[in-house]
DNA sequence: CGGAAGCTTGATATAAGTCAAGATCCGTGG
DNA sequence: CCACGGATCTTGACTTATATCAAGCTTCCG
């Protein structure tokens, strides 16, 4: 379990520990520190999706902050640690954690909206594409949070999990990441991913 | 275009005319009265999906009270009446107005919720079960709006409408319509839905 | 060092897509 | 009121992308 619960504690969580389980009320929301996650469906014959990823800076999950109630289970998809702030903590109106409250409902629009372009890679994307689209969602997020270096960054989801992301069997995900391989888009071994031209791969993520 | 600016105002729109634009700014949120609309994404080589949809009695979209940048554009998919709230009007503390924002909050809650489970079955379900799965989404929401008499109601989506939304070509759509007629699961026809056995049609989605 | 988790590859099966044609519905202008 | 034409739906024959099954390989942790 994640460590006792006090005000912007940091916890930490083994992978595959659960954040959250369906149906719990979360009363804290958390910001990773580092480490991944990953919001998720089982379906009742073993199925998986997975519904959104949580990289290092990301909230987990922001809409807690307007309805407790946990509708996907979350877990970390890596050892893991993350801040845990407390939700009544946000809705104050006081100056200072109205600026939170203001991030908060940044996240939460990203990730409406990257959920979004997801349901249009899920529904109108080949195989190749798909990955291209989540490969450069990756890269360009981690950038974002800093944690881009040269053009390299880490990339700890095992293949299953990559597979369970896009869509695809983990058998495909393996031939479509051949592929890219071969063709030189990208560079992806012991959990790290490096990408030689961002603006190529964007291409054939399909605009 | 829909009618002139004015707070609360009524408009309507025309088949397929733009509710909002990709990239515009949008000052008022719609809240439909008749007639429905859809939020999609069109890829350069003409391959469209669709995000959401918007049924009778739905805000659209209530994210635009948080950024007003319009990410995804929105069209109305039949004739369509909807009532204009300017988004200042919501923003206010005022005890009515915090009613309002309430349920706008609850709606987005409401849309992010359903984005995911679309997530889920696009990404692990088959043909048969992502249909059943819209159907029912459709009818549960045509229901709690109080839109549903005997089991029947409105279903003014062409199959290439309903083919974009569960990521199908029309064809297949078409074979899928008719092997759940067939059934008996279903009756579609002339703009109209009957759902003898919601409870059938929702063992068959998948849980 | 052993064993499980993860990755790779080949052979084959199948769900869904593509292409093409015809049938039906429906609104509009004459 | 009817006739025409475009949008929508339906069906058949065939293709293809992805899944499935199976086996061997590699990596890495305990």
Redesign the pocket.
């Known amino acids: 379990m994640g460590n006792e619960h006090e005000p912007n504690d940091v916890c930490s969580f083994r992978r595959h520990e659960y954040l959250a389980r369906e149906g719990e009320m979360q009363d804290r929301i958390y910001r990773l520190e580092e480490g991944w996650a990953c919001s998720y469906r089982l379906l009742s014959d073993g199925r998986r999706q997975i519904v959104s990823l949580f990289l290092p800076g990301d909230f987990c999950e922001p809409q807690w902050v307007l309805s407790q109630r946990v509708v996907h289970p979350v877990i970390a998809l890596t050892q893991l640690s993350a801040q845990a702030i407390p939700v009544q903590e946000i809705d104050r109106g006081r100056a200072a954690e109205a600026e939170g409250l203001k991030s908060i409902f940044n996240a939460m629009l990203q990730a409406l909206n990257r959920q979004a372009e997801w349901i249009v890679s899920l529904g109108c994307k ?3 594409e798909r990955v291209c689209s989540l490969i450069c969602d990756i890269f360009t997020r981690m950038r974002a949070n800093d944690l881009v270096a040269g053009n390299g960054c880490a990339m700890p989801l ?3 999990d990559l597979a369970d992301t896009v ?6 995900l ?2 479509v ?2 592929t890219l391989r071969a063709r030189g888009l990208i560079e992806l071994k ?1 959990r790290s991913l490096r990408v030689p031209d961002l603006d190529a791969l964007k291409r054939i993520a399909a605009a």
């Open positions: 080949t195989a190749t095992t293949q299953y869509g695809l069997t983990p058998v495909h393996n031939r990441l051949k012991s």
